[in-house]
């Protein structure tokens, strides 16, 4: 069978009038990946995660989850991710539970059939007793862990998370990055942009820098060490080379 990629961007533009925040976008994310997509702020990384997840439509060219086009098959595609944005939504009048079970409803999965593993993420983040509480009263790292169980209850083949660990104490760092690797051996696809290089540098297999709006490197951190010229074992000083206002 051919190779069917998690995520495949195809020339992905897109534009706001005279402004283009993403140009010509090509790339693709293996099953069993963790895919980094780094670059200063504006770089228009928000921009491509909001079109791979289908809250944008591109302007030119397209965007493939697991072989379903974004725009021409947007509920098969949304079924099988998984996303946490920069600034999550949480209908803060729900209590946990209750949010989890809007989550379910939206994916269509059967409460019952849920009822374990959303058991189970919720021990996992130390939300247990919390589930009966009101969204509001969590704290910022809680809703974090609230919004990140959400995004993983239905069993998402590909997980789009955007700046991962705010909000997070050092427990749910560890946490979050334990299932992200468990999520890739058991080959699923997490696609993460994140200005905490060290995260990035520690579980990404590839990662991805953009700047204003294209792809200035792609590769392995030994790839990208490489093309930057430099001598440091460290993605965030390859990564500042890369994206300097020299370069």
Known sequence: MPHIPMVKFSGARKEYGNIVAVKNLSLEVA?????????????????????????????????????????????????????????????????????????LDIHGFPRGKAAKKRAELLEMFSLTEW???????????????????????????LLVIDEPMVGLDPYGHTLVKGLFRKMCEEGNSVFMSTHTLAVAQELCHRVAIIEKGEIVAIGTVAELREKAQSDSEQLEAIFLKLTSPSQ
Do not use: W
Request: charged share 25%; aromatic share 8%; glycine share 12%.
């Open 31 to 103: 099953p069993g990946e963790c895919f980094g997509f780094l670059g200063p702020n504006g770089a228009g990384k928000t921009t491509a995660i909001k079109m791979l997840a289908g809250l944008l439509v591109p302007t030119a060219g397209s965007v493939a989850v697991d072989g379903h086009d974004v725009q021409a098959e947007p509920e098969e595609a949304k079924a099988v991710i998984g996303f946490v944005p920069d600034k999550p939504f949480i209908y803060e009048k729900l209590t946990g539970r209750e949010f989890l079970d809007f989550v």
């Open 131 to 157: 589930q009966e509480e009101l969204v509001e009263s969590y704290s910022h790292g809680m809703k974090q862990k609230l919004v990140i169980t959400g995004a993983l209850i239905h069993d998402p083949k």
